[in-house]
């Protein structure tokens, strides 16, 4: 994607093969601000405090901080044994809990590494550290990959939409940030969007602000806007209402976690959404790699971990004011906040999943038909 007008990732290795370097997000859409990774701990900061957010580039930076950490090991000429691997990937793996994305990246990488069957201590740290590096790639170039083919399916439905009613724009609302700054690049909900704006469909997206953390109304509507797609913001209870009157023709939306039968983890405020579309009827579609689905799941409001994080999230709000990004509290000082950070839409109300092998419903057999999968198969689950 472009930032005026200069093609970026999310993430990706610099010239000095010791530093890999992200935006962080914590400031857009008010400053652009490129920062360097240099050490696992950089890593694990940078997911936690969510310089880096959405389940694809969490994993993609999870990646990068294992090679990171392999790098350093290299540089220092130390060895790389199956305990410093083991204690790399828990430190990521308690980073955040709810994307399976993470430990989805942290497994593969895992088995990049230990592929040849030898103990690890065997293999010279410079091998390691070269698979370390190659899986981390892949990681990246397949999700920008695989978010293009979600796009191109998800471009069908909103072509659909568009000659159901040819003399307006689709409107799309959409909730938190499932755009190519939560990918390595294209995003996962906006793929769809971005290709059926290059193709001439007139698409308007109503942005869901997304509190507390405001994903949708700082980055998503900044990512539109750069791409020069018509938007609009609304608080988080609007969704409801446009839908009452016609004004939203289908929801899309990211996730964090999709369970075997098609439970939907994503940002706190989607499951609202979605009860509000079942009632109206309108179509619900998740789009997410299968890299989102935790086979090893099932019932994803008692087993999804969802994530609890600071009540000062709630109580303070971010902005601008006279050029200094600042915190103002909101509530008062002695009222406890509550803040989970994501909730499950069950399947039931999900119309359907856009995955990069088509549009799949949200059901145990399809998913699992789809993607060749037994149903309970394995695959990492933290
Ligand atoms: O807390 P965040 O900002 O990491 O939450 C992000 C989301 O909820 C996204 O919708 C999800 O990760 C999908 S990203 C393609």
């Not at 579309?277 to 019932?299: C, E, H, M, Q, R």
Request: charged residues 20%; glycine residues 8%; hydrophobic residues 40%.
């Amino acid at each position: 994607v472009e930032v005026d007008g200069i093609a970026h990732r999310t993430i990706w290795l610099t010239e000095d093969p010791g530093t890999v370097s992200i935006i962080d997000q914590r400031w857009l859409p008010h400053r652009f601000e490129i920062v360097p990774l240099r050490e696992l701990d950089d890593g694990v900061r940078a997911i936690r405090d969510m310089l880096v957010r959405g389940a694809p580039l969490i994993g993609a930076t999870a990646a990068w901080s294992l090679y990171l950490a392999a790098h350093r090991r290299v540089a220092a000429g130390q060895p790389i044994g199956q305990a410093d691997l083991e204690e790399w990937a828990d430190a990521l793996l308690a980073a955040r809990p709810t994307a399976i994305n993470l430990a989805w990246a942290v497994h593969r990488c895992r088995r990049a590494v230990t592929r040849t069957g030898g103990p690890l201590a065997d293999t010279p740290a410079e091998t390691t550290l070269g698979r370390l590096r190659r899986e981390a790639e892949a990681i990246c170039n397949e999700d920008v990959d695989t978010n293009r083919a979600i796009g191109e399916h998800g471009l069908v439905l909103l072509r659909d939409a568009h000659a159901r009613a040819p003399e307006r724009p689709v409107n799309v609302l959409t909730h938190c940030n499932a755009g190519w700054l939560a990918t390595v690049d294209w995003g996962t909900a906006t793929a769809p969007i971005y290709l059926a704006h290059r193709a001439g469909i007139p698409v308007h997206v109503w942005v869901d602000e997304t509190r507390p953390r405001n994903q949708g109304a700082q980055l998503t509507a900044w990512e539109l806007g750069q791409a020069g797609v018509r938007h609009t913001v609304v608080v988080d209870n609007a969704g409801g209402h446009l839908m009452q009157r016609g004004q939203v023709d289908l929801c899309l939306v990211g996730t964090d976690r999709v369970t075997r039968r098609g439970d939907v983890c994503n940002k706190i405020g989607t499951y609202l959404k979605a009860l509000a579309a079942y009632d109206n009827g309108v179509p619900f579609y998740v789009a997410l790699p299968s890299s989102t689905i935790d086979w090893k799941s099932d019932d994803g409001i008692r087993e999804i971990p969802i994530e609890e994080r600071s009540p000062e999230e709630v109580s303070h709000v971010q902005g601008i004011v006279g050029g200094a990004v600042c915190a103002a509290g909101i509530t008062p000082p002695a009222s406890p906040c509550h803040n989970p950070a994501f909730d499950v839409t069950p399947a039931r109300l999900v119309t359907g999943l856009i995955t990069e092998r088509g549009v799949v419903a949200a059901d145990t057999h399809a998913l699992a038909e789809r993607f060749d999968r037994v149903a309970a198969a394995d695959g990492p689950s933290p």
